[in-house]
């Protein structure tokens, strides 16, 4: 899709450039749509994007945050393909994607099925609240990564929590009979989009309510557990380079809107 109708046809990010500009005369990095570049600082988004939530706590917070969030383009499940091209490409190899998992810098062709090969990891696991991959939760990006095609079959529909065994071909990764760990330098990545997914399906459209707990075997239930390590990943494991970059890929030229939680990771203690 373009990013020309994308960015400029919308008054908002408009406005959150214009504010980057001006900040930019004292900065040392001019503002630069390319992706790749912030798009707009911390401080313009709190003028702009999160004027509405900065400031409140609690439910207060989460209302406003998921009318912002909300506000998005959707994309379909075969359009996710090229999205993950661009949203989780290698920054040492434009050729490649990161998979979450192995953490493995992989051809963006070498996607499918097959053994070997990348593909789509629904990170909030679509079997708990049951929602496919038609247009919606199951086709929203900000937890839908490139995974390697074993990887994301031994996660399965798997919770979240600490403990379990070494994956032999994913080091760093443990999983037992009722949950996955994944390997430290994306912990707090998974905790965030988690959360996102919390935030931005609320019930108020044709699917369930998500919402984190703090239990393993969740099964079908809109429900994704468990929120005590959650919270505790988003602590040890800040948002880096990559996962804000990610971000802005996303606002910038898919879906329109962002994981405020990446912006702001002290909202998820301010919420829960
Ligand atoms: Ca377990
Ligand atoms: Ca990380
Ligand atoms: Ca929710």
Redesign the pocket.
Request: charged content about 45%.
């Given at each position: 899709m373009s990013r020309r109708h994308s960015f400029y046809a919308r008054p908002l990010l408009a406005a959150a450039a214009a504010v980057t500009v001006l900040a930019g005369t004292a900065a040392a990095a001019p503002a630069d749509a390319s992706p790749g570049r912030y798009t707009a600082t911390a401080a313009a988004l709190d003028d702009t994007y999160y004027q509405d939530a900065v400031g409140k706590t609690g439910a207060e917070l989460k209302a406003a945050l998921h009318t912002i969030i909300s506000d998005q383009t959707k994309l379909s499940y075969s359009q996710v393909w090229d999205a993950l091209k661009a949203t989780d490409e290698d920054p040492a190899n434009s050729s490649n994607v990161v998979l979450l998992y192995t953490g493995r810098s992989q051809s963006k062709n070498d996607n499918g099925g097959n053994s070997g090969q990348w593909n789509r990891e629904h990170v909030w696991a679509k079997s708990h609240g049951d929602f496919g991959t038609s247009t919606g939760p199951g086709t929203d990006i900000h937890h839908l990564r490139p995974t390697d095609v074993q990887v994301n079959s031994t996660r399965g529909n798997?919770?979240f929590?600490?403990?379990?065994s070494e994956l032999g071909s994913a080091p760093g990764n443990f999983?037992?009979?009722?949950?996955?760990?994944p390997r430290d330098e994306v912990k707090g990545d998974v905790a965030r989009m988690i959360l996102y997914m919390a935030v931005r399906y609320e019930g108020t459209d044709s699917f369930a309510d998500l919402e984190p707990n703090d239990q393993?075997n969740n099964g079908s239930a809109p429900k994704m557990g468990k929120l005590s390590v959650l919270k505790q990943w988003s602590q040890e494991d800040p948002p880096d380079t990559f996962e804000k970059r990610r971000n802005d890929v996303i606002f910038d030229q898919f879906q329109h809107n962002r994981n405020p939680f990446i912006d702001h990771p002290e909202w998820v203690g301010a919420i829960w």
């Open positions: 798997k919770d929590d600490n403990g379990g999983t037992d009979s009722d949950s996955f760990e393993v």
